[in-house]
């Protein structure tokens, strides 16, 4: 099984001092070093190109010291890396977790104190990716089970004439002795559906909705909702004639919930 490498990025003015770091990160093998920097402006380019996901940061730096390249960073929009502060002087290890720095360490370095750094990087790293890992399962299992939204293509009886009408044309549909009627913005016609049981299961049904028994209607084509006697309410539709559609008594409760009314 490969060890996946965490991109690491050093920065500091002082060339030995990032040869000590590189050689101390030796010992890490998912520790991979994508680049070095000696100053703030080089880190904030390395940053912006590199993507690392940890950087190892002299607080003191020319150009702009390290608070002044996550500011700048902040500024210019640049997704942030976990960042473990290099130090002389402890004086900044309050800021620097004022800042969200990962952690900090002194100079000279020991390698106990880089130890559980870079055990705290690793441990956010992993985490972070888990999430993202059991998310991305759980949209995939969503989408894998939630039945896909259907264009489906209708066939519309008018006028002597048969239609072939895209779904989300469709306004409202309605049942009256046993036949079914379909309503868009331009015509109204007959549908060779039997029934609307059989109507609604070819429809997609995050937009199709059974108001009533002898209606379906289409959720994205209601202009109005119509409060009605004994608290109960219709949906005037975007058709030509503005039909007021009844909502049943068993389906009142969820336009309630679906508007906060």
Do not use: C
């Not at 010291?65 to 500024?75: A, N, P, R, S, T």
């Not at 960042?83 to 106990?112: C, G, H, M, R």
């Not at 049904?205 to 109960?232: A, C, D, G, M």
């Amino acid at each position: 099984m490969s060890l996946k490498k965490i991109g690491a990025l050093i920065v500091d003015d002082e060339q030995p001092a990032r040869d000590e770091l590189m050689y101390l990160l030796k010992s890490y093998p998912d520790i991979e070093i994508v680049g070095q920097g000696k100053n703030g402006v080089e880190a904030v380019s390395l940053i912006r190109d590199l993507n690392p996901q940890l950087v190892f940061l002299d607080v003191q730096i020319p150009g702009m010291d390290g608070f002044g390249v996550i500011k700048k960073l902040v500024e210019k929009k640049i997704p942030l890396p976990l960042f473990i502060f290099i130090t002389a002087y402890d004086q900044y290890a309050v800021q620097a977790f004022e800042v969200n720095a990962l952690d900090y360490v002194l100079k000279p370095i020991a390698k106990s104190r880089l130890e559980k750094a870079v055990t705290k990087a690793r441990h956010m790293i992993e985490t972070a990716e888990s999430t993202r890992e059991k998310i991305d399962r759980l949209v995939h299992m969503l989408e894998k089970n939630r039945q896909a939204p259907q264009k489906t293509k209708l066939i519309v009886k008018s006028g002597g004439r048969l239609h072939l009408v895209d779904s989300d044309e469709v306004i409202y549909a309605s049942i009256e002795d046993g036949v079914i009627s379909i309503v868009t913005k331009d015509f109204e016609g007959q549908s060779n559906f039997r029934t609307v049981e059989e109507l609604q299961a070819s429809l997609d049904p995050q937009t199709f909705w059974r108001v009533h028994r002898s209606y379906l209607i289409n959720i994205n084509r209601i202009k109005e909702v119509v409060p009605w006697f004994k608290s109960s309410f219709q949906l005037k539709m975007d058709d030509r004639k503005q039909t007021e559609v009844p909502v049943s008594r068993a389906q009142t409760r969820k336009l309630r919930q679906i508007l906060n009314l």
